[in-house]
């Protein structure tokens, strides 16, 4: 039943995949839409710019725009709002990856990613940024405390079970 079922999938989704534009189309696709953030805490944050047009992407620039509390870690180590690279021409059906180190400072925040080129219409991707509450981040320290307390119910249990047997 499987079978028959993939086969008219994929024969009805066959002309759909094969529609590749002639010029160049460019997306960005960020790896997590949202990051929740200790305060202080730096986290990477990835856009895949992919060019699904047949036709070369020509200077391909991506400009990542921070908004709220997000900050961005500029090349020269500053925390920044506003950063531009430029990724150079994207061939058909290639991909490049760009991580930018991004914190909090507040309560709620957002980074857009903008890719555009010389013969592309521009693309947008969207990230939020959020701060973690003190209070979410109490059971990861009580964790350890946790485990050295089972550790020590296990041990003083299998003690006086010794002493049950010498008896």
């Not at 950063?83 to 309560?107: I, Y």
Request: glycine share 6%.
């Amino acid at each position: 039943m499987r079978a028959p079922l993939l086969l008219v999938l994929a024969t009805a989704l066959l002309p759909l995949l094969a529609a590749q534009p002639d010029s160049a189309l460019v997306v960005v696709h960020p790896i997590t839409s949202s990051l929740n953030l200790s305060a202080g805490e730096v986290a990477p944050l990835a856009f895949v710019i992919q060019n699904l047009g047949g036709d070369i992407a020509a200077n391909v620039t991506v400009t990542l725009t921070a908004s709220g509390c997000a900050q961005l870690l500029s090349w020269n180590g500053t925390w920044e709002k506003n950063l531009a690279v430029s990724l150079g021409d994207l061939a058909p059906g290639s991909a490049k990856r760009l991580v930018v180190q991004v914190r909090c400072q507040g309560e709620r925040g957002s980074i857009i990613a903008t890719a555009y080129g010389d013969n592309v219409d521009p693309a947008f991707a969207s990230a939020t940024v959020s701060a973690r509450s003190s209070s979410e981040a109490q059971p990861l320290v009580l964790l350890p405390l946790a485990a050295v307390m089972l550790v020590a119910m296990t041990y003083a249990l299998a003690r006086s079970r010794k002493k049950g047997k010498r008896r």
